[in-house]
């Protein structure tokens, strides 16, 4: 077959205050292919595929679609073209249902009457043809990420889609409904559906794409067949330097235990039982929805604890609210950034300052020095992309959000640190810098729980790894006996 130029992008720059976001990139994409699109967090992905779904406008440039030429794309006229884009931020409403959720805007009406049962008749159908069970009548609100996922390429999939494009799709999800989405994806590619993927997990771009597209710093450096790339050449073009051993070595001991947990019910999850020694990290691996996320903020005050007891040394530890957890030292690292773990409103230098205010000020005046220092400090470390600290973090791309969030509390007062999902939406070079960053911790005796969807990073951090399926714990594992194959086991329930 020839290739054929669906569409191309030519030209296109935007400028925010103080950030060049996109720096005259052209691209072309082949009517059918997948097309991947990498590079670094802030390296321009999502504000170049805003600027094809009308999200935003560039401040130059066109766009050809089908040989007509467009200085700019409205959200309209993008749905018209049948333009459909998964963003990294859901745009879920969360009190509507499923079924609600994929036709809004297009509800299926007779003389002005809903008709609810055809619509969720329509949603059960798309369902099945994704091959998943997501019930229409659920409200939104109460899924997963996983689902919220699952809903939204079904909502794409409700429209006529000639070009989808997918920014950090399998985030949220777990090896299973990777799987899932890629099987999905296949399916469109033999309708000759554009695909245009964007993804940190650089074995998803081998796997899934035809063709791949990196851009650093705004700048676009090549399109490449992904069949002639390797990862090593990916990676330099991603980060202009050579990344090895993803997960590096650490000289740090185990030490005594400082917390017990035992018998932990809540959130419905049963009976969580285990000890957490200081220096050590201590995996948490299982399906989305095996309740991993839910015992971690019954322990941590946010949800109620129906029965258990948890000591941190000799003292019994019951937080009630995160208030008293984090008084306690143990503090939630959560995995939706949005939602909870960032204040978008506010500067990432006052996001950072929030849960440090006492290392940095006397008497409630605080030092601004010191707070320029500690945010100064952290925004280097973990090299978050910003114009300056006073940036607002709504306006920071997707995995800088995620960085402030960890800078928040890497600055100092936790003494248990519970990551969900730490390195989700995270380039491959800021992974290795978290990794660093939390062996450093474990040196200095702090102990780390880490839920984690990324097999890879279970097996490369973890000391030991609990595996949860469906509420119930099915298995610790000890270092000497990680595998793969053992973890998928245990989260699948065989034993
Ligand atoms: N509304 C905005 N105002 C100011 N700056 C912005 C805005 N939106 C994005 N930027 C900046 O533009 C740059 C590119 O951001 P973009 O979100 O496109 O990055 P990305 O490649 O998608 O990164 P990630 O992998 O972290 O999602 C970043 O430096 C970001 O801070
Ligand atoms: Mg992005």
């Not at 990420?145 to 799709?169: F, G, W």
């Not at 070079?429 to 839920?451: D, N, P, R, T, W």
């Amino acid at each position: 077959m020839q290739d054929r130029v669906l569409l191309s992008m030519q030209h296109i720059t935007k400028q925010y205050p103080g950030v060049l976001a996109l720096d005259d990139v052209s691209l072309d994409f082949y009517e059918g292919e997948t097309h991947a699109l990498v590079g670094e967090n802030g390296a321009g992905k999502s504000t170049f595929i805003k600027v094809l779904s009308g999200a935003i406008r560039p401040d130059e440039g066109e766009i050809h679609i089908n040989g007509f030429r467009y200085n700019e794309i409205t959200p309209l006229l993008a749905r018209s073209l049948g333009i459909e884009v998964i963003y990294q931020e859901f745009n879920l409403m969360p009190a509507l249902s499923v079924a609600e959720n994929i036709f809004v805007g297009n509800i299926p009406a007779q003389y002005g009457i809903v008709n609810r049962m055809e619509m969720e008749r329509r949603a059960a159908g798309i369902f099945e043809s994704m091959g998943v069970f997501v019930d229409p009548q659920a409200p939104v609100a109460d899924l997963s990420m996983a689902y919220m996922q699952l809903v939204e390429i079904a909502k794409a999939l409700s429209k006529n889609v000639r070009i989808l494009i997918m920014d950090e799709p399998t985030a949220p999800l777990t090896k299973n409904e990777v799987e899932i989405l890629f099987r999905l994806m296949k399916r469109l590619h033999e309708k000759h559906v554009t695909i245009i993927y964007i993804s940190h997990r650089l074995n998803e771009i081998f796997q899934i794409s035809d063709r791949v597209s990196i851009i650093r710093d705004g700048q676009k450096i090549g399109t490449y067949l992904t069949a002639d790339m390797s990862r090593e050449k990916l990676i330099w073009g991603m980060v202009g330097r050579e990344i090895t051993d993803t997960f590096p070595k650490s000289e740090k001991k185990i030490g005594d235990v400082v917390m017990r947990v035992d018998k932990l019910c809540g959130n419905g999850v049963q009976d969580v039982s285990f000890e957490l020694h200081g220096g050590e990290i201590l995996g948490f691996g299982g399906l989305v929805g095996a309740g991993r996320t839910e015992i971690m903020r019954v322990l941590f005050g946010a949800d109620m604890r129906d029965s258990g007891a948890v000591w941190l040394s000799d003292k019994e530890f019951n937080a009630r609210s995160p208030y008293e957890s984090i008084a306690a030292g143990v503090v939630l690292i959560p995995e939706d950034r949005k939602r909870q773990g960032v204040v978008l409103n506010l500067t990432i230098a006052d996001n950072i300052a929030l849960p440090n205010l006492d290392a940095i000020s006397h008497f409630s005046v605080i030092n601004g020095a010191a707070e320029r220092k500690l945010v100064g400090d952290q925004m280097t470390s973990l090299r978050i992309v910003a114009p300056s600290a006073m940036q607002k973090v709504r306006n920071l791309s997707g995995g800088n959000q995620q960085k402030v969030v960890l800078a928040k509390w890497l600055a100092g007062v936790a003494k248990i640190l519970i990551f969900d999902e730490p390195t989700r939406g995270i380039d491959v070079g800021v992974k290795q810098e978290i990794y660093k960053l939390m062996h450093s911790l474990c040196e200095k005796g702090i102990a780390i729980i880490m839920i984690s969807s990324d097999m890879e990073e279970l097996l490369g951090m973890s000391d030991r790894i609990i595996v949860l399926c469906e509420g119930t714990q099915e298995g610790i594992l000890q270092k000497e006996n990680f595998s793969q194959e053992a973890v998928l086991s245990l989260a699948s329930g065989k034993q």
